[in-house]
């Protein structure tokens, strides 16, 4: 019986191994690529349990004809010092401050350039030189008018943030359980069942500080507990002479650093809340989040054109829009 088996099952593993190696050719098809990319989920919105109260006080500052203040957003660090094992990159993300930066920005707070000013020096540098122009050369021969610098030209900020990650723990709590059943007989089927849960955490402190004084207005420390579970089941057993071992399993841990934006963004709604004089969450029942068309889930952003009735403003967080899968209106120019 073995001795038949066998044969079956390398022509069985044969047969597998040629079509996976169908699946990728040598030769590059008619669109140019050896292999098409698998996925077809769209762009979505990346929102936090907070993210609706900072629109919402948006909403706010807006009905209630509050005058934001400018911030700017300075380095919110990871100094937990984590890294993978596998030399592979720090265990955190290291764009805390880019999050803080959505996040005011889905608070409707005007914000100032402070992170990354490389590119403004240079055109100033250029500017400075009379190399730079607003204006399309009117011909080779004659050059534009030149940008001129102007005394003031740029905003000043009048608060901004800045801190760190601070913590990152694992395992304050793990439990799980391994359980194996099965006859005595060796040739009887057998299985086994396996589940595990931990418990982690993340903790991040920041800080709100007067750019004219320097004074620190505003500190706010959090933590967030991040969870992750694994299971698994298996079987093991001897039929007709063959062995079939087969084991399943799903795990999930929750997104870490999801957990990062939300810690900003609750830091956020406080210091906003605080800068706005919002008394609360009960503030949210008269004020209308969507009123504006320039603030939402995926952030804010100034109107190039008078258009916000008539702009994509309100549908950037729609999964649909500008997918050319999913929108008819730009799958049909394709």
Sequence with gaps: MATRTAPRILA??????LALAGCVSTSAGSSGNYAKAIGNAPVT??????????????GYAR???IVAPRIAVGRIADYTGKSESDGSGRKITQGASLMAMSAFAKAGMPLVERFDTSVSELELKYANNKLISDAPNPSPDQP?????????????????VAGGITELNYNLRSAGADISAGAVDAKDPKGNF???LFVMNIGIDMRLINTRTLEVVDVISYQKQVVGREVGIGLFDFMNGNVFDVSAGAGALEPMQLAVRALVERATVEMTA??????????CLTSDPLGDGTIGLTGGYVPAYNNVGTNNGQTRADPSRWDARRD???RGRY
Excluded: H, K
Excluded at 46 to 56: D, I, K, M, R, W
Excluded at 145 to 154: D, M, P
């Design 12 to 17: 069985l593993l044969s047969a597998t191994s």
């Design 45 to 58: 919105a990346n929102p936090t349990p907070y993210s609706a109260a900072l629109v919402c006080m948006a």
């Design 63 to 65: 009905g209630a004809g």
């Design 144 to 160: 534009a008018e030149y940008r001129r610098i102007l005394a003031g030209q740029v905003p000043g900020s009048d608060f901004y």
């Design 194 to 196: 396996r589940g595990r």
């Design 274 to 283: 605080n800068l706005y004089g919002m008394p609360g969450p009960q503030s």
């Design 328 to 330: 008819p209106s730009v």
